[in-house]
């Protein structure tokens, strides 16, 4: 945001009112003929909502798969049961992609699901899940929140498991993009 702006509502509006060339002073350039400052109210339309729209539909899309796994939803509070599997979900959004000039966006990121299995069981309970989680974010899938949809990229990237405690734990990133339009 522009130090000389802030925000009220819907409307940018000078930080300090701006002084009036006709009748300063001090000395000046000189100004075409006729000139005079004229930005003191921009309307800025209703704050983009795209990116809860984005989460809404991925993470429905998650939710409706079959069989369940108990979810740690980001920023939510969620206490894992011991030798029971789940599943942690996240977003990284991208820089958004400006195709043309005006309103209208390209927005891609990737929404990470990370499984985590109790130790000790081997990898087949998470791999079957990872296959499950591939079927239904296949590439060219598309999901649908609020009349924005939301498209997965590319296939799944399946990230080495790790050790946390006392879980196996399984990264898959799903690499989507959204066209914004406005």
Known sequence: ????????????????PFR????????????????????????????PMSVLKIRAALETALAAM??????????????????????????????PVNTEYGRSFQQGGIFVVTLCYPQGAG???AAARIELLRSTFYRGASFTSDGLTTTVARTPLILAATLEGDRYVVPVQVPFLATITS
């Open 1 to 16: 945001m522009n130090p000389l702006f802030f925000r009220e509502g819907r409307v940018l509006r000078l930080a300090r």
């Open 20 to 47: 009036d060339l006709r009748h300063d002073p001090r000395p000046r350039r000189r100004e075409p003929h006729g000139f005079r400052i004229a930005l003191a109210r921009l309307d800025l339309g209703d704050p």
């Open 66 to 95: 079959s069989p369940a796994l108990a979810t740690a939803w980001e920023n939510t509070t969620y206490t894992p049961v011991s030798g029971t599997p789940y599943q942690r979900v996240s977003m990284s959004f991208a820089e």
């Open 123 to 125: 990898p087949a309970d």
